[in-house]
């Protein structure tokens, strides 16, 4: 299991934006606050966000298994197969630098609901482990239209067994009495078990998941990047300078060997004559 520094150890463009954040003095952090309350005000209902008790699907990060891990490592580049293309191999170098789904979804350009997408795809092949907490799990399902807004307010324990059958049959009975044919959610709304505001909450956050989001500017999205390719600028400079002192003195080490041979050639010709001329003398 990731924990909270394994996290963070890992340097993205997101993490750098909330390290800043966290940074600031307080003072200013709590006139951010104010100015975000105040825009989530215009779009949502802070209560319902103010009262998630665990971290929502965008903090998710996605493990990856062995089978995912050996096929980043054994599989090219570019190759595309049946089952995997490029986006996946990149999904899964995601999920082993610890990456979460917003930070998955920011380096890849993809909406939320794509992420999701590729997600259970990789669950489904064995290449990533099932998300183990019901309710991020039950949000991505959500999310990617795998069940509606009635199924995830069930299933994902906003309403106790009783309300959910309190409420079935209330619609039952206006079934059989012909009465217009009301929606669970309704239903539990006008019984007061649900919060019309935190539905609708609910509704766009998932409306919101189609789009694609930049956490950081372009311009400083660019100088990192050139920053980082300056890094490894250096580096393989560094590595050339290594390599060109290495064949330095191998080169002056091959050439003091032929030196060396060299003059045992001389020698072994000059003592070669001369074992010839004692013979040539003797046979005279």
């Avoid at 009262?51 to 090219?76: D, F, H, M, W």
């Avoid at 909406?111 to 183990?132: A, D, H, N, W």
Wanted: hydrophobic content about 35%; charged content about 25%.
């Amino acid at each position: 299991m990731h924990t909270y520094d394994d996290i963070m150890s890992t340097p993205t463009q997101y993490k750098s934006l909330i390290g800043r954040i966290n940074s600031l003095p307080l003072w200013v952090k709590q006139a951010l606050y104010y100015e975000i309350r105040l825009n989530i005000l215009n779009q949502s209902d802070i209560d319902y966000l103010d009262n998630i008790s665990t971290e929502p699907l965008q903090l998710y990060c996605p493990v990856i298994t062995e089978k995912g891990a050996l096929l980043i490592r054994t599989r090219k580049r570019n190759e595309i197969s049946e089952n995997v293309d490029i986006n996946h191999k990149s999904f899964l170098n995601a999920t082993k630098q610890k990456l979460n789904m917003l930070e998955i979804s920011h380096s890849n350009n993809w909406s939320l609901k794509q992420t999701c997408e590729i997600l259970f795809l990789m669950i489904s092949s064995g290449y990533v482990e099932p998300i183990r907490n019901q309710n991020v799990y039950m949000f991505a399902l959500y999310i990617t239209d795998k069940i509606n807004l009635d199924e995830f307010l069930i299933r994902s324990d906003r309403l106790s067994p009783r309300q959910i059958n309190k409420a079935m049959q209330i619609k039952q009975c206006s079934s059989h009495m012909k009465m217009d044919n009301d929606s669970i959610i309704n239903i539990l709304t006008s019984m007061g078990y649900l919060d019309e505001k935190a539905i609708n909450s609910i509704e766009k956050i998932k409306e919101s998941a189609n789009e694609m989001a930049s956490v950081i500017d372009q311009v400083e999205c660019q100088s990192e990047e050139l920053v980082y390719f300056q890094e490894e600028l250096n580096n393989l400079i560094e590595q050339k300078k290594k390599l060109i002192e290495k064949i330095n003195f191998y080169q002056t080490e091959l050439q003091e060997k032929i030196d060396e041979n060299l003059e045992l050639t001389k020698k072994l010709d000059a003592y070669a004559n001369g074992v010839m001329g004692k013979v040539l003398l003797t046979l005279s």
